[in-house]
């Protein structure tokens, strides 16, 4: 329970933030109609003064939605190991840097660099850093907490960081608000519940017109209540992001997550390294997934914008797309698999063997069970990744297949095998 914040504040704030990004937004309504999803659902999650990521975030179990990391210890510990596997694979290079999209209250990367001080021997001759890439000032305030002790640098000169530190392990850590602002270098990247909170675009057939995106507009005959319209006519975003082929009647397209997918794959494929996606989503089949959540309930996405989280299933085939052949993919495969994979039933027996009170050891079994049953979070979450080409084929495999030593498999979409 330490490990999670404190909800009062954030209830607090809440409260008083209500009305305000409700009436920035009816104002702008008023001025200019009505506006596509993806611009309501970027104003209300990350609008610089009143954005619910701006002002709280309220990841963990006192704040509005909880995730793998704030379950369980364990979930970063086996990311850890994945990267460790992934770094061997790829030939021990003599250093990399640790890039994660988002990283809430920062217990993933905590885990994560535990695992790697753990396992300081392996990477002793490594050099070791990390970018957190966040547009969240509070939440970087929390991250800072965590990792530095709160022992950081705000708007360091000689750095495109916005702020830096050191970690408690003695990592170096630099604080991003996009992923064209970090250095260039052999990177390993991670993005856990991340893409699901970039702004969506919605849209819907209407048999007798085709294509209509679907907006958001003031109700005339409510005051200050939004609602959802259709687009009169087609909007530039119909004309770009429905395919020919589409044969569902309802489809949502996150234009962001398909651009900071091909910058991954681009950095990947120039400067080598391996990017691990984790969130809800589905590949390429589902349709109406927008929702809201706030105090761990389904919320009205409409309603009291600026106080809860607003999400979309991650469109797993969009991405593959958009990594446009420049690295490999591997999944989406369940979270259940990936973990089993990773070695979580063995781990799960060392704690429970090492622990001492009952109490202790039904955490861990309540815990494991949160991330693995297919029920709660071990089917509809996935794992995802890209990969250089080489790393799962040999670049002159044609030429001469039987010269080569086979590659080592990927973890977790395969065994994890540690020599
Ligand atoms: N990875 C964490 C937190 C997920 S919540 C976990 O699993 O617990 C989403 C995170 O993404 C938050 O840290 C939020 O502030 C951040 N975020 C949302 N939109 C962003 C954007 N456009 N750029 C950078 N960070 C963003």
């Not at 916005?162 to 250095?183: A, C, H, N």
């Not at 990017?275 to 927008?290: C, E, M, N, Q």
């Not at 060392?350 to 079994?365: F, H, I, K, W």
Request: negative net charge; glycine residues 8%; aromatic residues 8%.
């Amino acid at each position: 329970a330490a490990r999670l914040r404190s909800g009062a504040g954030g209830e607090a704030e809440a409260a008083s933030g209500d009305g305000a990004m409700l009436r920035h937004l009816t104002r702008k309504l008023r001025a200019s109609g009505p506006v596509t999803v993806a611009e309501y659902m970027r104003e209300a999650l990350t609008n610089p003064g009143q954005g619910y990521y701006t002002r709280r975030g309220g990841v963990g179990e006192s704040g509005d939605f909880i995730t793998s990391p704030e379950i369980s210890q364990v979930f970063g510990e086996l990311i850890g190991i994945w990267y460790i596997s992934e770094w061997m694979a790829m030939g021990k290079p003599s250093t990399f840097q640790l890039v994660e999209l988002g990283p809430g209250r920062g217990t993933l990367t905590e885990d994560i660099l535990r695992v790697f001080k753990q396992l300081a021997s392996v990477l002793s001759k490594c050099d070791v850093s990390v970018h957190l890439v966040e547009v969240s000032p509070k939440l970087s305030e929390i991250q800072a907490v965590m990792l530095t002790g709160g022992e950081v640098q705000p708007n360091p000169e000689d750095e495109s960081a916005y702020m830096k530190g050191i970690s408690k392990t003695g990592i170096p850590i630099f604080w991003y608000r996009d992923i064209q602002d970090v250095p260039s270098g052999y990177s390993f990247y991670l993005a856990h519940e991340f893409f699901d909170a970039l702004p969506i675009h919605k849209f819907q057939q209407r048999t007798e017109k085709g294509w209509r995106e679907v907006l958001v507009d003031i109700d005339p005959q409510v005051p200050d209540q939004l609602r959802f319209v259709l687009s009169p006519s087609r909007t530039p975003a119909t004309q770009n992001f429905i395919q020919p082929e589409e044969t569902r009647d309802h489809v949502e397209v996150c234009p962001e997550a398909g651009v900071i997918v091909q910058r991954l794959a681009s950095r990947i494929e120039k400067d080598g390294g391996a990017a691990l996606v984790a969130d809800y989503g589905h590949d390429g089949t589902k349709t109406d997934t927008f929702r809201g959540f706030r105090n761990h309930k389904l919320h009205d996405v409409l309603s009291a914008p600026g106080t809860a989280d607003l999400t979309a299933d991650v469109d797993f085939s969009y991405l593959r797309k958009m990594a446009q052949g420049k690295t490999a993919t591997l999944g989406p495969i369940k979270q259940r698999e990936f973990l089993k994979n990773m070695g979580i039933d063995l781990r799960l027996q060392v704690l429970l063997q090492n622990s001492g009170d009952t109490a202790t050891r039904e955490q861990l079994l309540h815990s494991y069970d949160m991330l693995m049953n297919p029920e709660k979070m071990g089917d509809c979450f996935n794992f995802f990744a890209l990969l250089p080409h080489h790393r799962l084929v040999h670049p002159d495999k044609k030429d001469k297949p039987e010269s080569k030593s086979p590659l080592p498999p990927v973890a977790g979409f395969n065994e994890l095998l540690l020599k």
